[in-house]
């Protein structure tokens, strides 16, 4: 999750995410140099004792500020371009999770094995026990395995909702009349929070997503229920 | 009908449903709709033709997989009434 005054990205805990992080502060660089360049022009503008009020034109100087810009702006899309067509990639998933956004609460659907479907709701303000985490922890979290290709198919039974857990990388809105799929591979076990993401209503900001990321085995062993 | 045992997939062989390059796109409901079509025309054509139902059982597991279940029941449910849009 998130810590108090966050400005950065969350620690990766995909592959994807991993790329993503990578990518940004690429992009971040840049815009950086860029950004520092133009201040240092300005300032030197600025405070020039120097006057000349005979310039006419400056070819050689316009044709740098155009083909550099172009030069960097591919250098940008190049790895975006990359990262897009590698989370499109066909991979083997191993376990298919439904996700169910309704007004205000998720429903998870595990049906590859038999049937196993729940709610999951944020635990109001008053149901909460010391340590856990206000606006973001649920009843019943969505337990899942670490190392393993993971398919999610999103959707929705009223309005537009969105399913998102930013470690992981993953946004995916969630349209009624629509399913959405979505995969992901976790290579850390822990417990990843995230919130809805598309506008749905009074509690919009009241309908979390919690993970937990738990080792193949102890998954494997059946759903444990807890009192 | 076939019965709950005979749908369940043989243990440790199924996983989920694999990669299907007829649907290829984000959007994956034709492939959840395709599969239950699937199931149901398979069944009504092995019942008919009196040969067992049993290869059906893997678009069952398929769109069991890959279909919201409250949609499944209400498909079942106008499949019941006489009222299904889809070709079975």
Redesign the interface.
Known sequence: MAHAAQVGLQDATSPIMEELITFHDHALMIIFLICSLVLYALFLTLTTKLTNTNISDAQEMETVWTILPAIILVLIALPSLRILYMTDE???????I?S?GHQWYWTY?Y?????L?FNSYMLPPLFLEPGDLRLLDVDNRVVLPIETPI?M?I?S?DVLHSWAVPTLGLKTDAIP??????TFTATRPGVYYGQCSEICGANHSFMPIVLELIPLKIFEMGPVFTL | MLDVEAQEPPKGKWSTPPFDPRFPSQNQIRNCYQNFLDYHRCLKTRTRRGKSTQPCEYYFRVYHSLCPISWVESWNEQIKNGIFAGKI
């Not at chain 1, 049906?111 to 049937?115: A, C, E, H, R």
């Not at chain 1, 009349?177 to 979505?182: A, H, K, S, V, W």
């Open positions: 066909v991979n083997d998933p191993s376990l298919t439904k169910i659907e049906t590859d094995y038999g049937g479907i398919r198919m959707t039974q009349g629509r399913l959405n799929q979505t």
